[in-house]
């Protein structure tokens, strides 16, 4: 008898399963945060929006970016919201083109492939280390690119996982490549080498923080340019490491600034 309807049975369980998505949909819709519907286009790439904000977090902070063409690069200390502002572009991207809502005042931009690179881990069990998967990711990025569909791409701390020369020489040449191509780019990085030798083509944002005796302020606020401080030896500060070691990290790192 299943043999028989199975074609009937197999409807049922499409429909269902639709009607199921589209309950979640109208449940978070009515529910959830405050959103608005998208404006998309077949033509970029581009992606503009004010006041985008993440909607997975109790009190986000909202920040408006326009990009043409090629993308951007943001560079910003440890905890200044760089990857929580990408995980912003692309979910807004996503929700967007697949629910028609979005989280911002306004959202415009093209129907993008849509893929990332974040939280990246090594997978010593398959023999393979951070920056080999990276690596992977990156190279199916290269690999997805079309003429006619535009790309997003969202990438946390490019190459990190190799040393300061070959990383920011790779980072750069990668960035300049997708440049040529149908793709937006949105890269975080704490290498302002990277944002130095890609700025001819690429938009300059940071965030940046306050760090007071006892604590470090936030505000989350995408502003132009590059950042012009760092927090990784204050943070450590902050967390009790013994006064000699903060010390003499910073005789070393400003003697290497130096010979810079």
Not at 178 to 188: D, E, R, S
């Amino acid at each position: 008898e299943v043999t028989k309807k199975k074609e009937n049975l197999q409807r049922i369980f499409i429909l269902l399963g639709e009607l199921d998505a589209l309950i979640s949909l109208a449940s978070f819709r009515e529910g959830g945060p405050a959103w608005q519907e998208p404006s998309l286009a077949k033509r970029g790439p581009y992606f503009r929006a004010v006041n985008l904000y993440y909607p997975f977090i109790k009190e986000p902070i909202p920040n408006s970016i326009s990009l043409e063409s090629t993308g951007a690069i943001i560079t910003g200390s440890n905890m200044s919201g760089k990857s929580t502002f990408l995980r912003t572009v692309a979910t807004n991207a996503l929700f967007a083109q697949t629910a028609c809502m979005c989280f911002a005042d306004s959202y415009e931009g093209s129907f993008f492939k849509i893929m990332s690179s974040i939280n990246k881990t090594d997978e010593p069990g398959k023999g393979k280390s951070y920056f080999l998967v990276e690596g992977e990711g990156l190279v199916k990025m290269v690999e997805t690119l079309d003429d006619e569909i535009p790309s997003l791409f969202v990438i946390d701390e490019i190459f990190r996982g190799t040393n300061f020369v070959e990383r920011v020489s790779a980072a750069t040449e990668f960035l300049l490549y997708l440049a040529q191509k149908n793709a937006l780019v949105a890269v975080a990085s704490h290498d302002l080498e990277i944002a130095k030798l890609s700025s001819d083509l690429y938009q300059l944002f940071y965030f940046s923080e306050k760090v007071g005796e006892k604590e470090i302020e936030f505000d989350y606020q995408l502003k132009s340019g590059t950042v012009r401080t760092s927090n990784a030896l204050k943070i450590l500060k902050h967390l009790g490491f013994p006064g000699e070691i903060i010390e003499g990290a910073n005789q070393r790192a400003q003697k290497i600034i130096n010979e810079k």
